[in-house]
């Protein structure tokens, strides 16, 4: 089975702090994605990468930076949380080959105070 | 992005059929239909997808109206473990596709 794991379910940071969001996959996809989800608005794509250091914005990038280093890896970086970051962020991954099917991590669940 | 109309809930019986519609009147002809599933306190999770002829897989089944604009999902038998929010997403299968959730239907089985 395919595995998305996410480093934390939850997290609590202060504003201003800078946080990492970590995503590993061990199906060696080439794409990974970060969400994010709020009642009311649904998944929404912050960022996404079809390939090692390369990545592309998605509907909501600004706040966010990411970095993929390797190919099982793809990291979410807040330089400045801010409370309006506090939400649910859902990563996921894909193969080319696998006609678009995304597998998500369980998430993690970040309060910014 | 190809704009689809589920049902804000539904709600059925334990080990009843459960057919969940999508109306995508917008789609294009190179979307496939996506079906994903929510449930609680966890990521998304597929389930099942189509382009024209009806699908089954050991979860569920797809049937596709003839003129691509709706779809139905079928739960054979649903569980308790089958309670989600569903989704249903066009999406073409080349790439780094991002998906486009809408707010999906969400299924409550009673006991």
């Known amino acids: 089975d395919v595995k998305v794991t996410q480093s934390s379910r939850y997290l609590v940071k202060r504003t201003g702090e800078k946080v990492f969001l970590e995503c590993v996959q061990d199906?060696?996809?080439?794409?990974m994605f970060w969400y994010r989800q709020d009642p009311g608005l649904g998944l929404r794509l912050i960022y996404f990468s079809y390939d090692v250091k390369m990545k592309e914005k998605g509907d909501i990038p600004e706040g966010y930076s990411v970095s993929r280093e390797k190919k099982e890896r793809f990291s979410l970086i807040l330089e400045s949380a801010s409370t309006n970051q506090t939400s649910m962020y859902l990563c996921a991954s894909s193969s080319t080959g696998l006609r678009g099917i995304q597998y998500f991590g369980a998430g993690t669940r970040l309060s910014v105070l | 992005d190809a704009k689809t109309t589920q049902p804000n809930s539904m709600e059925s019986n334990e080990e009843e059929p459960v057919h969940l519609p999508c109306n995508h009147s917008?789609?294009?002809?190179?979307?496939?239909i996506h079906w994903y599933r929510q449930l609680p306190s966890q990521g998304p999770e597929y389930v099942i997808h189509?382009?024209?002829s009806n699908v089954n897989n050991r979860m569920a089944s797809l049937a596709i109206a003839e003129d691509r604009k709706s779809s139905t999902l079928i739960l054979h038998r649903a569980t308790l473990r089958d309670a989600a929010v569903y989704y249903c997403i066009p999406n073409i299968i080349q790439g780094a596709q991002k998906l486009v959730f809408g707010q999906g239907t969400r299924l409550t089985i009673n006991p």
């Open positions: 189509g382009l024209t």
């Open positions: 917008t789609i294009s002809g190179t979307d496939y």
């Open positions: 199906m060696d996809h080439e794409n």
